[in-house]
């Protein structure tokens, strides 16, 4: 998956609103690139602050953890 797809689809990822293929090939990308989870943690804390917490927060620390461990 390219950064401007990754980019693009980084809100519903996080939403938990994309097919589990399309999550993989997001969660692969962000392993890879610093820009795309620079932009996903950004995303994140906005979501966060004005969204407050969803169901979706427990996949977004889990993969917070991922991507720090590699």
């Not at 994140?44 to 590699?70: E, H, K, N, V, W």
């Amino acid at each position: 998956m390219s950064c401007k797809d990754t980019i693009h689809l980084i809100c519903w990822y996080l939403e938990g609103r994309l097919s589990p293929a399309v999550e993989t090939e997001i969660e692969n990308h962000l392993t890879q690139c610093d820009d795309c989870r620079m932009v996903q943690e950004a995303a994140t804390t906005t979501l966060d602050r004005d969204f407050g917490s969803s169901s979706a927060a427990s996949r977004r620390s889990l993969l917070r953890t991922a991507i720090q461990a590699a």
